[in-house]
């Protein structure tokens, strides 16, 4: 098994930045890529960004393109999401992934999450 959490979430005014960090622990060698969904009450779960464990390729949603970036450290097992520019329509549920599957940007090619930490952008 793998196991997720997730840090970082809070309250933010629009036009403001916020970090996320995933840790991940336990078999992570069963994974090669790791995700960031996102879930807004009311709504289905989006995918956000993606990253490869072995090149460090990235993977982003239009909507967030340009504004978040996905990084990772390998030796700490870490996925971070830097989030800039935020939007009250960023606010969610956001959620860490683990996975072996492609393509990255679908929720079914990841085995993994971690327990989700609030966002929240409003002034």
């Known amino acids: 098994q793998v196991q997720l959490v997730e840090s970082g979430g809070g309250l933010v005014q629009p036009g403001g930045p916020l970090r996320l960090c995933c840790a991940a622990?336990?078999?992570?060698?069963?994974?090669?890529?790791m995700g960031w969904f996102r879930q807004a009450p009311g709504k289905e779960r989006e995918f956000v960004a993606a990253i490869e464990w072995s090149d460090g390729n990235t993977y982003y949603a239009d909507s967030v393109k340009g504004r978040f970036t996905i990084s990772r450290d390998n030796a700490k097992n870490t996925v971070t999401l830097q989030m800039n520019s935020l939007k009250p329509e960023d606010t969610a549920v956001y959620y860490c992934?683990?996975?072996?599957?492609?393509?990255?940007?679908?929720?079914?090619?990841?085995?993994?999450w971690g327990q989700g930490t609030q966002v929240t952008v409003s002034s």
């Open positions: 992934a683990a996975g072996y599957r492609r393509p990255r940007t679908v929720v079914g090619s990841y085995d993994f």
């Open positions: 622990s336990g078999r992570t060698f069963r994974t090669n890529g």
